[in-house]
């Protein structure tokens, strides 16, 4: 369902009507004609068809979804998280539970299934131009942030 409002606006003494449409949440939405389903987005004045890497973002988006999230077909128990486990332990003092903490960090399913972030994190990725980008922030909003690492 389309959400939107029509309000009349008057110049002089003409009256234009404006159409507002609120952006969904369920993306992305397709203009279908003649049997073929295009996806467009809004650049400037002017809608244009988007490209494959943008209609999957927006896949995702409608799925209320991130690309690190993803499950993929890839076992915990053909990597290993070397780095992880001594990184965490230097920065946090404590000790890396592969068991718990990889599930727990979103790194994998309880099945045993790496998500791309737990791919990402492991000493055998192979998501080629790929990297991980953070921030940290002191306190709860952005006006606080600390630095940067990637």
Known sequence: MVNFIISIIQEGNNNIIKVSVDSGSETPYYYINEGTRTAYIRMGNESVQVADHILHELILKGRRQTFDAMVTDKKVKDVSFSLLRATYKQETRKDFNEEKDIVSFGLAT?????????????????????????????????ASRSSGCS
């Not at 737990?118 to 192979?126: A, E, R």
């Open 110 to 142: 309880d099945d045993g299934r790496l998500t791309y972030a737990g791919i990402l994190f492991s000493d055998q990725c192979d998501l080629y131009q790929s990297k991980v980008v953070c921030t940290r922030w002191n306190g709860l909003n952005k």
